[in-house]
């Protein structure tokens, strides 16, 4: 199956700091990634989708000068939290869809943020 | 109304037990219909996928579609401890982005 790997398992930065968190699609090419923040006890929660060549597009209420996400190849994107605070803390997970099931969807392992 | 409906539990059952997990749902446009498997502080992994109404079974795993109730479910036959997980349900209909429930916990005691 399709295999999707995330790049810090977990990070604990300073408020204020930039965190950037990395997900590759292994075996296969993905042209659009997923990304989702999941709080404790919640459901995934669609952030943004990222675009291969051209900008993210980005949910009611996430705040696109704060989680910059660049697409920057076919196996690669990142989501870039900027000036971290307390309240960025959360579980961030990538996901790809599959090939040829397009509807499929394959996530990373998920990345934990906790900001200081 | 929230787009899906997913009881949060907690479930538990003795080993050996066949566990019924559903998910309800109020977009009709929703086509694609599936079940991940997310354990503690890991990513979600897909488990079952369904396109449109109907049964899919795979190993001790059964999915259920009825698009007429707008009415998902999961169930798992011979329940091991190692099926213990949050199981998610979620939706898609064409969009690509997924909608997804809240999840179920489930602890299967041996």
């Known amino acids: 199956g399709a295999v999707v790997s995330q790049h810090p398992s977990w990070v604990i930065c300073k408020s204020g700091t930039s965190v950037k968190i990395e997900c590759r699609s292994l075996?296969?090419?993905?042209?659009?990634m997923f990304w989702y923040r999941q709080f404790p006890k919640q459901s995934l929660m669609l952030m943004a989708t990222?675009?291969?060549?051209?900008?993210?597009?980005?949910e009611q209420g996430v705040e696109k000068d704060k989680f910059l996400i660049n697409h920057a190849s076919l196996t690669l994107s990142t989501l870039t939290v900027t000036s971290a605070h307390p309240e960025d803390s959360s579980f961030y997970i990538c996901s790809a869809p599959g090939v040829p099931s397009y509807n499929e969807q394959f996530f990373g392992p998920g990345t934990r943020l906790t900001v200081l | 109304q929230k787009e899906v409906e997913q009881d949060p539990g907690p479930l538990s059952v003795p080993e050996g037990a066949i566990v019924s997990l559903n998910c309800t749902y109020s977009?009709?446009?929703?086509?694609?219909f599936m079940w991940y498997r997310q354990y503690s502080r890991k990513g979600p992994e897909l488990l079952m996928y369904t396109y449109s109404s109907g049964n899919k079974e795979d190993g001790r795993f059964t999915a259920q579609v009825d698009k007429s109730s707008k009415y998902i479910s999961l169930f798992i036959r011979d329940s091991q401890p190692s099926d213990s997980a949050t199981y998610l349900c979620?939706?898609?209909?064409?969009?690509?982005?997924?909608?997804f429930g809240k999840g179920t916990k489930l602890t299967v005691n041996p």
């Open positions: 979620a939706m898609e209909g064409g969009s690509e982005k997924l909608v």
């Open positions: 977009n009709s446009a929703f086509q694609y």
């Open positions: 075996d296969f090419q993905a042209t659009t």
């Open positions: 990222s675009n291969e060549g051209s900008k993210a597009t980005y």
